[in-house]
Protein backbone atom coordinates (compact mmCIF):
# COMPACT_ATOMS: atom_id res chain seq x y z
CA UNK A 1 0.00 0.00 0.00
CA UNK A 2 0.84 3.59 -0.84
CA UNK A 3 1.50 6.46 -3.35
CA UNK A 4 4.27 6.18 -5.46
CA UNK A 5 6.47 9.38 -6.70
CA UNK A 6 5.97 9.84 -10.28
CA UNK A 7 4.76 12.09 -13.10
CA UNK A 8 5.08 15.44 -12.10
CA UNK A 9 7.97 15.08 -10.23
CA UNK A 10 11.35 15.84 -11.61
CA UNK A 11 14.30 15.69 -9.07
CA UNK A 12 17.70 16.47 -10.26
CA UNK A 13 21.08 15.09 -8.88
CA UNK A 14 23.31 17.20 -6.95
CA UNK A 15 25.80 17.68 -10.13
CA UNK A 16 22.71 18.21 -11.90
CA UNK A 17 21.76 20.80 -9.64
CA UNK A 18 24.95 22.63 -9.37
CA UNK A 19 25.75 23.14 -13.03
CA UNK A 20 28.28 25.84 -12.04
CA UNK A 21 30.37 23.40 -9.51
CA UNK A 22 30.31 20.60 -12.02
CA UNK A 23 31.51 22.79 -14.67
CA UNK A 24 34.25 24.32 -13.06
CA UNK A 25 35.55 20.99 -11.19
CA UNK A 26 35.89 20.03 -15.02
CA UNK A 27 38.36 22.95 -15.96
CA UNK A 28 39.78 23.14 -12.44
CA UNK A 29 41.23 19.55 -13.57
CA UNK A 30 42.71 20.49 -16.84
CA UNK A 31 45.01 22.59 -15.03
CA UNK A 32 48.08 21.39 -12.63
CA UNK A 33 47.12 20.72 -9.21
CA UNK A 34 43.41 21.11 -10.28
CA UNK A 35 42.27 17.92 -9.68
CA UNK A 36 43.68 18.04 -6.25
CA UNK A 37 41.90 21.55 -5.66
CA UNK A 38 38.37 20.40 -7.31
CA UNK A 39 38.54 17.68 -4.88
CA UNK A 40 38.85 19.67 -1.54
CA UNK A 41 36.52 21.79 -2.75
CA UNK A 42 33.74 19.29 -3.12
CA UNK A 43 34.94 18.07 0.17
CA UNK A 44 34.47 21.55 2.17
CA UNK A 45 31.07 21.78 0.21
CA UNK A 46 30.33 18.24 1.63
CA UNK A 47 31.56 18.86 4.52
CA UNK A 48 29.36 22.56 4.98
CA UNK A 49 26.11 20.59 3.82
CA UNK A 50 26.51 17.85 6.14
CA UNK A 51 27.26 20.37 9.21
CA UNK A 52 23.87 22.87 8.29
CA UNK A 53 20.87 20.58 7.34
CA UNK A 54 17.73 22.15 8.01
CA UNK A 55 15.15 19.39 9.14
CA UNK A 56 11.42 20.42 8.31
CA UNK A 57 8.83 20.06 11.33
CA UNK A 58 7.03 16.69 10.67
CA UNK A 59 5.99 15.37 13.82
CA UNK A 60 2.80 12.83 13.65
CA UNK A 61 2.59 11.19 16.54
CA UNK A 62 4.78 9.83 19.48
CA UNK A 63 8.46 9.94 18.05
CA UNK A 64 7.57 13.92 17.53
CA UNK A 65 8.44 13.85 21.24
CA UNK A 66 11.68 12.87 21.36
CA UNK A 67 12.81 14.65 18.00
CA UNK A 68 11.55 17.93 20.55
CA UNK A 69 13.61 16.63 23.05
CA UNK A 70 16.47 16.17 21.18
CA UNK A 71 16.64 19.71 19.79
CA UNK A 72 15.73 21.35 23.38
CA UNK A 73 18.20 22.40 26.02
CA UNK A 74 19.22 19.17 27.58
CA UNK A 75 20.65 17.26 24.37
CA UNK A 76 20.42 20.46 21.80
CA UNK A 77 20.97 19.01 18.10
CA UNK A 78 22.58 22.59 17.35
CA UNK A 79 25.85 20.93 18.60
CA UNK A 80 25.43 18.25 15.67
CA UNK A 81 24.62 20.91 13.06
CA UNK A 82 21.29 20.52 12.74
CA UNK A 83 19.52 23.85 14.13
CA UNK A 84 17.60 25.38 11.83
CA UNK A 85 13.91 23.32 12.09
CA UNK A 86 11.89 24.93 9.30
CA UNK A 87 8.07 25.08 8.58
CA UNK A 88 8.60 25.02 5.24
CA UNK A 89 9.17 22.42 2.86
CA UNK A 90 11.16 25.21 0.64
CA UNK A 91 13.52 26.01 2.95
CA UNK A 92 14.65 22.25 4.55
CA UNK A 93 17.17 19.51 3.35
CA UNK A 94 15.77 17.09 5.88
CA UNK A 95 12.61 15.38 6.69
CA UNK A 96 12.60 12.97 10.21
CA UNK A 97 9.55 11.41 9.96
CA UNK A 98 8.68 11.25 14.08
CA UNK A 99 5.18 9.20 13.94
CA UNK A 100 2.92 7.48 12.28
CA UNK A 101 2.27 7.77 8.94
CA UNK A 102 -0.97 7.36 7.57
CA UNK A 103 -2.53 6.73 4.34
CA UNK A 104 -4.36 9.83 3.81
CA UNK A 105 -1.49 11.96 5.00
CA UNK A 106 0.73 10.00 2.08
CA UNK A 107 -0.21 12.82 -0.74
CA UNK A 108 0.96 15.51 1.20
CA UNK A 109 3.89 14.11 2.66
CA UNK A 110 4.81 13.37 -0.96
CA UNK A 111 4.02 17.44 -2.34
CA UNK A 112 6.23 18.27 0.82
CA UNK A 113 9.16 15.93 -0.44
CA UNK A 114 8.61 17.55 -3.80
CA UNK A 115 8.95 21.07 -2.71
CA UNK A 116 12.00 20.35 -0.95
CA UNK A 117 14.97 21.40 -3.11
CA UNK A 118 17.18 18.45 -3.86
CA UNK A 119 19.75 17.45 -2.31
CA UNK A 120 17.51 16.18 0.64
CA UNK A 121 16.96 13.54 3.01
CA UNK A 122 15.05 11.71 4.74
CA UNK A 123 14.86 10.11 8.31
CA UNK A 124 12.27 7.20 9.17
CA UNK A 125 12.63 7.85 12.94
CA UNK A 126 10.63 5.10 15.61
CA UNK A 127 8.80 1.70 14.38
CA UNK A 128 5.84 3.33 13.00
CA UNK A 129 7.66 5.46 10.05
CA UNK A 130 10.24 2.49 9.21
CA UNK A 131 7.15 -0.30 9.17
CA UNK A 132 3.49 0.64 10.49
CA UNK A 133 4.91 -0.31 13.81
CA UNK A 134 2.38 -1.55 16.41
CA UNK A 135 -0.34 -1.00 13.86
CA UNK A 136 1.04 -3.35 11.47
CA UNK A 137 -1.74 -5.92 11.67
CA UNK A 138 -5.32 -5.10 11.85
CA UNK A 139 -4.88 -1.24 10.52
CA UNK A 140 -6.49 -0.17 7.29
CA UNK A 141 -5.20 3.82 7.49
CA UNK A 142 -1.38 3.02 8.24
CA UNK A 143 1.25 2.98 6.02
CA UNK A 144 3.16 -0.25 6.05
CA UNK A 145 6.66 1.78 5.89
CA UNK A 146 7.51 5.39 5.15
CA UNK A 147 10.01 4.21 2.42
CA UNK A 148 6.48 3.08 0.18
CA UNK A 149 5.68 6.39 -0.51
CA UNK A 150 8.94 8.51 -0.34
CA UNK A 151 12.71 7.54 0.07
CA UNK A 152 14.31 6.66 3.57
CA UNK A 153 18.08 7.04 3.73
CA UNK A 154 18.61 6.03 7.25
CA UNK A 155 16.51 4.67 9.43
CA UNK A 156 16.51 4.60 13.91
CA UNK A 157 14.53 1.77 15.39
CA UNK A 158 12.66 1.99 18.64
CA UNK A 159 9.31 2.67 19.73
CA UNK A 160 10.03 5.57 20.56
CA UNK A 161 14.34 5.52 19.81
CA UNK A 162 16.02 7.88 22.82
CA UNK A 163 17.10 11.25 21.47
CA UNK A 164 20.76 9.88 21.74
CA UNK A 165 19.29 7.30 19.28
CA UNK A 166 18.29 10.23 16.74
CA UNK A 167 21.57 11.73 17.40
CA UNK A 168 23.33 8.54 15.88
CA UNK A 169 21.00 8.79 13.15
CA UNK A 170 22.12 12.29 12.29
CA UNK A 171 25.52 11.69 12.29
CA UNK A 172 25.34 8.45 10.06
CA UNK A 173 23.46 10.75 7.76
CA UNK A 174 26.32 13.25 7.56
CA UNK A 175 28.59 10.64 7.06
CA UNK A 176 26.38 9.63 3.64
CA UNK A 177 26.26 13.36 2.62
CA UNK A 178 30.34 13.59 3.40
CA UNK A 179 30.84 11.23 0.75
CA UNK A 180 29.02 12.67 -1.71
CA UNK A 181 30.31 14.62 -5.06
CA UNK A 182 31.14 14.03 -8.49
CA UNK A 183 32.20 10.47 -8.12
CA UNK A 184 29.16 9.55 -5.97
CA UNK A 185 26.26 12.14 -6.60
CA UNK A 186 23.19 12.51 -4.67
CA UNK A 187 19.88 10.77 -6.26
CA UNK A 188 17.16 10.18 -5.32
CA UNK A 189 16.68 6.82 -3.58
CA UNK A 190 14.45 3.52 -4.45
CA UNK A 191 10.71 2.63 -2.96
CA UNK A 192 10.41 -0.52 -1.35
CA UNK A 193 7.56 -2.16 -4.06
CA UNK A 194 7.53 -5.60 -2.34
CA UNK A 195 4.07 -6.24 -0.78
CA UNK A 196 3.21 -6.31 3.00
CA UNK A 197 3.15 -10.10 4.63
CA UNK A 198 2.76 -11.85 7.69
CA UNK A 199 5.88 -11.01 9.70
CA UNK A 200 5.13 -12.65 12.69
CA UNK A 201 4.17 -16.08 11.67
CA UNK A 202 7.03 -16.32 9.51
CA UNK A 203 9.44 -15.30 12.52
CA UNK A 204 7.36 -18.13 14.46
CA UNK A 205 8.56 -20.82 11.65
CA UNK A 206 11.78 -19.53 11.19
CA UNK A 207 12.25 -19.70 15.08
CA UNK A 208 10.30 -23.16 15.11
CA UNK A 209 12.75 -24.82 12.56
CA UNK A 210 15.77 -23.29 14.61
CA UNK A 211 14.58 -24.91 18.13
CA UNK A 212 13.72 -28.40 16.17
CA UNK A 213 17.32 -28.28 14.81
CA UNK A 214 19.06 -27.19 18.19
CA UNK A 215 16.52 -30.63 19.16
CA UNK A 216 18.03 -32.94 17.00
CA UNK A 217 22.11 -31.66 17.84
CA UNK A 218 21.03 -31.76 22.17
CA UNK A 219 19.29 -35.05 21.80
CA UNK A 220 22.25 -37.07 21.84
CA UNK A 221 23.78 -35.22 24.70
CA UNK A 222 20.57 -35.18 26.41
CA UNK A 223 20.51 -39.03 26.38
CA UNK A 224 24.03 -39.57 27.70
CA UNK A 225 23.12 -36.89 30.69
CA UNK A 226 19.84 -39.42 31.61
CA UNK A 227 22.39 -42.55 31.76
CA UNK A 228 24.72 -41.04 34.08
CA UNK A 229 22.06 -39.17 36.18
CA UNK A 230 19.53 -41.42 36.38
CA UNK A 231 17.79 -39.57 39.41
CA UNK A 232 18.56 -36.22 38.53
CA UNK A 233 15.51 -33.99 39.15
CA UNK A 234 15.42 -30.11 37.75
CA UNK A 235 15.14 -27.57 40.57
CA UNK A 236 11.71 -25.95 41.52
CA UNK A 237 11.64 -22.37 42.57
CA UNK A 238 9.89 -22.01 45.55
CA UNK A 239 6.59 -20.39 45.71
CA UNK A 240 6.33 -16.88 47.84
CA UNK A 241 3.26 -16.95 49.83
CA UNK A 242 0.73 -14.45 48.58
CA UNK A 243 0.05 -11.63 50.74
CA UNK A 244 -3.04 -10.94 51.41
CA UNK A 245 -4.02 -7.64 51.60
CA UNK A 246 -7.04 -5.53 52.93
CA UNK A 247 -9.95 -4.28 50.36
CA UNK A 248 -9.96 -0.47 50.73
CA UNK A 249 -12.95 1.13 51.99
CA UNK A 250 -15.17 2.64 49.07
CA UNK A 251 -16.84 6.36 49.23
CA UNK A 252 -20.35 6.29 47.66
CA UNK A 253 -20.21 9.02 45.00
CA UNK A 254 -23.02 11.71 45.72
CA UNK A 255 -26.10 11.56 43.95
CA UNK A 256 -26.43 14.40 41.48
CA UNK A 257 -29.61 15.59 40.10
CA UNK A 258 -32.87 13.25 39.00
CA UNK A 259 -32.20 9.80 40.31
CA UNK A 260 -32.52 6.98 37.90
CA UNK A 261 -35.97 5.25 38.25
CA UNK A 262 -37.90 9.06 38.47
CA UNK A 263 -35.88 9.47 35.01
CA UNK A 264 -37.12 5.65 33.64
CA UNK A 265 -40.83 6.72 35.02
CA UNK A 266 -41.20 9.84 33.42
CA UNK A 267 -39.89 8.99 30.20
CA UNK A 268 -42.19 5.91 30.18
CA UNK A 269 -45.26 8.13 30.93
CA UNK A 270 -44.92 9.67 27.83
CA UNK A 271 -43.04 6.75 25.61
CA UNK A 272 -44.09 3.24 26.94
CA UNK A 273 -41.88 1.25 24.61
CA UNK A 274 -38.62 2.40 26.50
CA UNK A 275 -37.14 -0.58 28.16
CA UNK A 276 -33.79 -0.80 29.75
CA UNK A 277 -30.90 -2.22 28.38
CA UNK A 278 -29.69 -5.50 29.97
CA UNK A 279 -33.06 -5.20 32.23
CA UNK A 280 -36.04 -5.32 29.64
CA UNK A 281 -38.52 -6.29 32.00
CA UNK A 282 -36.82 -4.04 35.41
CA UNK A 283 -39.52 -1.75 36.25
CA UNK A 284 -38.39 1.38 38.19
CA UNK A 285 -38.14 -0.09 42.20
CA UNK A 286 -35.71 -2.65 40.06
CA UNK A 287 -33.53 0.38 38.86
CA UNK A 288 -33.47 2.33 41.80
CA UNK A 289 -31.90 -1.01 43.55
CA UNK A 290 -28.87 -1.01 40.72
CA UNK A 291 -27.22 2.15 42.90
CA UNK A 292 -25.98 5.39 41.83
CA UNK A 293 -23.23 4.49 40.50
CA UNK A 294 -25.23 2.55 37.17
CA UNK A 295 -25.95 5.24 34.50
CA UNK A 296 -29.20 4.93 33.08
CA UNK A 297 -29.33 3.06 29.64
CA UNK A 298 -32.30 2.72 27.95
CA UNK A 299 -33.61 1.03 24.50
CA UNK A 300 -35.39 3.41 22.02
CA UNK A 301 -37.45 2.65 19.61
CA UNK A 302 -35.81 4.13 16.32
CA UNK A 303 -39.47 5.49 15.31
CA UNK A 304 -39.20 7.90 18.52
CA UNK A 305 -35.69 8.59 18.50
CA UNK A 306 -35.58 12.19 17.35
CA UNK A 307 -38.77 13.06 19.59
CA UNK A 308 -37.42 11.40 22.76
CA UNK A 309 -34.05 12.95 22.22
CA UNK A 310 -35.86 16.23 21.92
CA UNK A 311 -38.02 16.18 24.54
CA UNK A 312 -35.12 15.08 27.31
CA UNK A 313 -33.59 18.62 25.81
CA UNK A 314 -37.00 20.44 25.98
CA UNK A 315 -38.53 19.17 28.92
CA UNK A 316 -38.23 21.45 31.98
CA UNK A 317 -37.84 19.06 34.72
CA UNK A 318 -35.36 16.94 33.05
CA UNK A 319 -33.35 19.34 31.02
CA UNK A 320 -30.75 17.16 29.21
CA UNK A 321 -29.18 20.40 27.78
CA UNK A 322 -25.68 18.96 27.02
CA UNK A 323 -25.08 16.16 24.12
CA UNK A 324 -21.76 14.37 25.04
CA UNK A 325 -21.03 11.89 23.13
CA UNK A 326 -22.75 9.67 19.88
CA UNK A 327 -21.01 6.47 18.77
CA UNK A 328 -22.08 3.27 16.96
CA UNK A 329 -21.96 -0.24 17.95
CA UNK A 330 -22.05 -2.99 15.32
CA UNK A 331 -23.55 -6.35 16.41
CA UNK A 332 -23.02 -7.89 13.09
CA UNK A 333 -26.97 -8.20 12.94
CA UNK A 334 -27.76 -4.75 13.57
CA UNK A 335 -26.28 -1.51 14.84
CA UNK A 336 -26.90 0.62 17.71
CA UNK A 337 -26.33 4.12 17.98
CA UNK A 338 -25.88 5.36 21.46
CA UNK A 339 -26.10 8.82 22.52
CA UNK A 340 -24.90 10.01 26.11
CA UNK A 341 -26.47 13.48 27.39
CA UNK A 342 -26.32 15.09 30.69
CA UNK A 343 -27.85 18.02 32.27
CA UNK A 344 -25.18 20.64 33.04
CA UNK A 345 -28.19 22.13 35.98
CA UNK A 346 -28.61 19.35 37.48
CA UNK A 347 -26.30 16.48 36.92
CA UNK A 348 -27.86 13.74 35.96
CA UNK A 349 -27.42 12.01 32.76
CA UNK A 350 -28.39 8.88 30.69
CA UNK A 351 -27.50 6.76 27.56
CA UNK A 352 -30.01 6.08 24.81
CA UNK A 353 -29.76 2.84 22.66
CA UNK A 354 -31.38 3.10 19.51
CA UNK A 355 -31.33 0.23 16.97
CA UNK A 356 -30.78 0.41 13.35
CA UNK A 357 -31.41 -2.50 11.07
CA UNK A 358 -28.92 -3.50 8.40
CA UNK A 359 -29.98 -3.28 4.43
CA UNK A 360 -29.01 -3.56 1.11
CA UNK A 361 -28.66 0.10 0.26
CA UNK A 362 -27.43 0.81 4.11
CA UNK A 363 -28.43 1.41 7.59
CA UNK A 364 -30.24 4.85 7.78
CA UNK A 365 -31.37 7.21 11.16
CA UNK A 366 -33.06 10.37 11.59
CA UNK A 367 -30.20 13.16 12.19
CA UNK A 368 -30.43 15.07 15.63
CA UNK A 369 -27.50 17.61 14.94
CA UNK A 370 -30.71 20.49 14.03
CA UNK A 371 -31.48 19.69 18.28
CA UNK A 372 -27.73 19.52 19.29
CA UNK A 373 -24.99 21.03 16.76
CA UNK A 374 -22.24 19.06 18.33
CA UNK A 375 -24.00 15.98 16.99
CA UNK A 376 -22.99 17.20 13.46
CA UNK A 377 -18.96 15.62 13.91
CA UNK A 378 -20.38 12.83 15.35
CA UNK A 379 -22.95 11.73 12.96
CA UNK A 380 -20.21 12.14 10.52
CA UNK A 381 -17.62 10.12 12.32
CA UNK A 382 -20.22 7.79 12.01
CA UNK A 383 -21.35 7.21 8.88
CA UNK A 384 -17.61 7.37 7.99
CA UNK A 385 -16.71 4.10 10.11
CA UNK A 386 -19.59 2.76 10.04
CA UNK A 387 -21.58 3.51 6.80
CA UNK A 388 -24.99 4.44 8.69
CA UNK A 389 -26.28 7.30 7.26
CA UNK A 390 -28.34 10.01 8.87
CA UNK A 391 -31.20 11.61 7.14
CA UNK A 392 -31.57 15.75 6.62
CA UNK A 393 -27.89 16.10 8.35
CA UNK A 394 -26.50 19.25 6.44
CA UNK A 395 -23.51 17.47 5.58
CA UNK A 396 -23.26 13.89 5.27
CA UNK A 397 -20.21 12.97 3.71
CA UNK A 398 -16.52 11.11 4.91
CA UNK A 399 -14.56 13.16 7.29
CA UNK A 400 -11.62 11.02 8.19
CA UNK A 401 -11.33 9.04 4.91
CA UNK A 402 -11.14 9.74 1.11
CA UNK A 403 -14.60 9.64 -0.30
CA UNK A 404 -13.45 7.01 -3.01
CA UNK A 405 -12.50 4.61 0.54
CA UNK A 406 -13.85 1.05 -0.36
CA UNK A 407 -16.22 0.23 2.13
CA UNK A 408 -16.62 1.21 5.80
CA UNK A 409 -13.49 0.39 8.34
CA UNK A 410 -14.84 -0.79 11.85
CA UNK A 411 -17.62 -2.87 10.64
CA UNK A 412 -17.27 -6.20 11.62
CA UNK A 413 -17.48 -7.42 8.09
CA UNK A 414 -14.68 -5.27 6.51
CA UNK A 415 -12.14 -6.84 4.36
CA UNK A 416 -9.47 -5.40 2.50
CA UNK A 417 -6.70 -7.57 2.29
CA UNK A 418 -4.69 -4.87 0.13
CA UNK A 419 -4.82 -2.59 3.28
CA UNK A 420 -5.08 -4.70 6.01
CA UNK A 421 -3.22 -8.18 7.31
CA UNK A 422 -5.06 -9.53 9.72
CA UNK A 423 -3.33 -10.59 13.03
CA UNK A 424 -2.62 -14.04 13.38
CA UNK A 425 -2.47 -14.37 17.52
Given at each position: ??????????????AESSVFAHQAGKIAEKLPGGNQLARSVEMLVAWG???SLWPLLY????????MMSTGAARHDWARFGAEVARASARQADLIILAGTVVEKMSENLITLYEQMPAPKYVIAMGSCAISGG????DSYSVVKGADRIIPVDVYIPGCPPRPEALFYGIMQLQEKIKKEGREIPWEIGELVKSPSFDTFTETQQDWAALEEKKDQEMAEAREQFKKENPDYKPPRPAR?????????SRTKPAHKGISNWTLLQTLQKKFPEITVHDHPDATPKEVAELGTDYVLDLVVPKEQYKEVVQYLKEDKDLSLEMFIQLTCVDWKEYFDIVVHLLSVKDGHKLFLRCRVDKKEDGAEISTISDLYAGADWHEREVYDMFGVRFTDHP???RIYLKNDFPGHPLCKDFEDPSRVIVRPY
Open positions: MGVKIEGKQSVKTSRANGTSCCAIEPFYYLKKEKLPSPDMR
